[in-house]
């Protein structure tokens, strides 16, 4: 009886399969140690946690004079005067009132004018200006407006030229929502030559607040 030995092309077949059976078990336990070491490396990372929670709320304040631009009594000073002579005067009465909610470091003053003559730019024989306070509100008289106080009274701002920028003003209350009765005094002095008739002039007065120090809050 012959023996046959295998074929060559059959030894290739079976050496083939074999190789593809190996090549799967390897990927397979590749495939498992690669999902091993992410379970491993997973749990090194995993931790307990917590979180609280605090929600504050932050408000800024104002800074805010009152209006002063409408004729009412304890605010007459946007109230003009015409034919005015040597040595007259007309007083106003301003309210300068903090109505924010911060205090105030300062309040100054700037005067200009809009429309100019010699009445503001003579500074020596034009308008000389003058704020005055008192404790309470003004009695009024008038018109022609005139004021007295029935408390007592303080100087806000002596005696000096009208046009002026960024004038301090003294024994002002800067509290939030506190009244400054203040009366503007304008004179035209008794020695005002003829060169000054038939002049006029528009001011404007700006009163500026400027809030307090910073702190700590």
């Given at each position: 009886m012959a023996l046959h030995e295998p074929s060559t092309a059959a030894l290739?077949?079976?050496?083939?399969?074999?190789?593809?059976?190996?090549?799967?078990?390897?990927?397979?336990?590749?495939?498992?140690?690669?999902?091993?070491?992410?379970?491993?490396?997973?749990?090194?990372?995993a931790t307990f946690t917590d979180t609280e929670n605090a929600t504050p709320t932050i408000g800024s304040g104002t800074v805010d004079l009152a209006p002063i631009g409408t004729s009412a009594v304890n605010n007459r000073l946007s109230v003009g005067a015409s034919d005015i002579a040597a040595g007259d005067s007309l007083q106003r009465t301003v309210d300068i009132e903090n109505i924010g909610t911060i205090a105030l470091t300062d309040i100054t003053l700037t005067t200009t004018a809009t429309t100019s003559s010699l009445l503001d730019t003579d500074t020596t024989d034009g308008l000389q200006l003058q704020i005055d306070l008192?404790?309470?509100?003004?009695?009024?008289?008038?018109?022609?407006?005139?004021?007295?106080?029935?408390?007592?009274?303080?100087?806000?701002?002596?005696?000096?030229?009208?046009?002026?920028?960024?004038?301090?003003?003294?024994?002002?209350?800067?509290?939030?929502?506190?009244d400054n009765y203040a009366r503007v005094t304008l004179t035209l002095p008794s020695g005002a030559p003829n060169a000054l008739q038939d002049q006029t002039s528009v001011i404007n007065f700006a009163f500026t607040a400027t809030q307090r120090s910073a702190t700590s809050q």
């Open positions: 290739r077949s079976g050496s083939s399969g074999r190789g593809r059976f190996l090549s799967s078990r390897g990927a397979m336990t590749a495939l498992v140690l690669v999902a091993a070491a992410s379970v491993i490396a997973g749990g090194a990372y008192c404790s309470q509100a003004w009695t009024e008289s008038g018109p022609p407006y005139t004021y007295t106080c029935g408390g007592s009274t303080s100087v806000v701002l002596a005696s000096r030229p009208v046009i002026g920028s960024t004038m301090a003003l003294s024994n002002l209350d800067l509290t939030a929502n506190t």
